[in-house]
Nanobody
Framework: VQLQASGGGLVQTGGSLRLSCAASGRALSRLLVGWFRQAPGKEREFVAAVNRNSGSSFSYTDSVKGRFTISRDYAKNTVNLQMNSLKPEDTAVYYC???????????????????WGQGTLVTVSS
């Protein structure tokens, strides 16, 4: 499975961006998909995830709850991350990742994911 993240860019505080994670080689619906981010000098951190198949379970890190929304587009074989009310502290490289094991209890752990995209840079200016 190859993942391709896109949609990053430069936005002002309070603005919005929509990231997209596209997959080739396998239906993304069969994989648990998460978004992580890594700011300069910091460890990679979990942002959001959606379960496989039904896509009816979601998980968000506390700092993005109410601002970010993860969703599946089954027709396009993508997982999107709608980011609203962006803050300078959201600045990071955002990575999408997929897990074939789909273990929901490990959704926030990078080691639970066996496929990673290349990352897309999000910069929020103050």
């Amino acid at each position: 499975v190859q993942l391709q993240a896109s949609g990053g860019g430069l936005v002002q505080t309070g603005g919005s961006l929509r990231l997209s994670c596209a997959a080739s080689g396998r239906a993304l619906s069969r994989l648990l998909v998460g978004w992580f981010r890594q700011a300069p000098g910091k460890e990679r951190e979990f942002v959001a995830a959606v379960n496989r198949n039904s896509g009816s379970s979601f998980s968000y890190t506390d700092s993005v709850k109410g601002r970010f929304t993860i969703s599946r587009d089954y027709a396009k074989n993508t997982v999107n991350l709608q980011m609203n009310s962006l803050k300078p502290e959201d600045t990071a490289v955002y990575y999408c990742a997929a897990s074939s094991s789909g273990i929901w209890s490990s959704v926030g752990l990078p080691r639970a994911y066996n496929y990673w995209g290349q990352g897309t840079l999000v910069t929020v200016s103050s």
